[in-house]
């Protein structure tokens, strides 16, 4: 995201609408300006505020006047009002930013919106996760943290050597050059997202392992990761996780629960 230098009128309300702070007042300039390096490319500022096209110079000149009796003009707090935030054309690999922080946007992996796939919300359709597995998403980044790839590559190739299966549809795995070695590719490893999810499956045994993996990598890199444990219960509704993930010392609630209503109807054909 850009900020016209030419129209901006330092008013300061896109500030607080950036879920990663990497908006700022330049007062050598007296503009606003957007970190690059910063900005995940959420849209969040060019969609958050509304516009209004008052001429900028006008509206410095009117700041300027009043500030020498000590009144101030300032635009309603919702409102950007020289439309000043420009969004700049996205070309490879500063896209995948978008791709992963904009919910507005298909991710062209996976063709669904947003940073990941729909886990195992469809599980009952899907049957990821069978019992006896355990499936895992690894969440990277919060709002006002963010992640590089260079950090989540660095758990990935941990998690990787302990031999786990990444789910084929979710949108790191496209980006990984060998799902073997679970390794991002080279040209995004510097590219920041607002969040990002990776997806694996083990058999339940293995999720202590797992966890131990993913909390010590977790511990190396410089953002907040999220760990959510799922499997598919048995008819009585009930499953081994609890029991492991107590016996590991996690207090275990059942987050999201899935009734199983959206399984497909049997159709019978008629002969
Ligand atoms: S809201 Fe618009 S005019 Fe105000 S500081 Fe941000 S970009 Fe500049
Ligand atoms: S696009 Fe998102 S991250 Fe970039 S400056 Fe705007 S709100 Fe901040």
């Not at 016209?4 to 007042?25: E, H, K, L, Q």
């Not at 599980?123 to 069978?130: K, Q, Y």
Request: hydrophobic share 35%; aromatic share 4%; with cysteine.
């Amino acid at each position: 995201m850009k900020i016209s230098t030419d129209r901006c009128v330092a008013c300061g309300n896109c500030i607080p609408v950036c879920p990663v702070g990497a908006i700022d007042i330049d007062p050598s300039i007296r503009r606003a300006v957007v970190d690059q390096e910063r900005c995940v490319e959420c849209f969040t500022c060019y969609r958050g505020l509304s516009t209004e096209h008052l001429n900028p110079t006008l509206v410095r000149t009117i700041r300027t006047v009043l500030g020498w009796v000590r009144v101030r003009f300032d635009p309603e707090p919702d409102v950007c009002p020289t439309a000043a935030i420009e969004p700049q054309e996205l070309s490879w690999p500063r896209i995948v930013r978008r791709a992963f922080s904009d919910p507005l946007v298909p991710h062209e992996s996976t063709g669904i919106h947003g940073r990941g796939t729909e886990e195992v919300k469809t599980n009952d359709v899907t049957h990821r996760v069978a019992e006896g597995e355990a499936g895992f998403t690894i969440e990277f980044g919060r709002p006002t943290v963010s992640a590089s790839f260079r950090d989540i590559s660095a758990l990935t190739e941990a998690l990787a050597g302990a031999g786990v299966e990444f789910e084929a549809n979710n949108p790191v795995t496209h980006l990984m050059t060998d799902k073997k070695t679970g390794r991002i590719r080279e040209d995004v490893l510097d590219e920041r997202v607002l969040s990002a999810i990776v997806e694996i499956k083990t058999t339940m045994d293995r999720v202590p392992e797992i966890l131990e993996t993913a909390t010590e990598a977790a511990k190396k890199i410089d953002t907040i990761v999220s760990i959510g444990v799922s499997t598919r219960c048995d008819d009585e509704g009930r499953s081994a996780l609890e029991d492991v993930l107590h016996d590991e010392g996690f207090a275990f609630w059942r987050g999201k629960t899935n009734l199983g209503l959206g399984r497909r109807p049997q159709v019978t054909r008629a002969t």
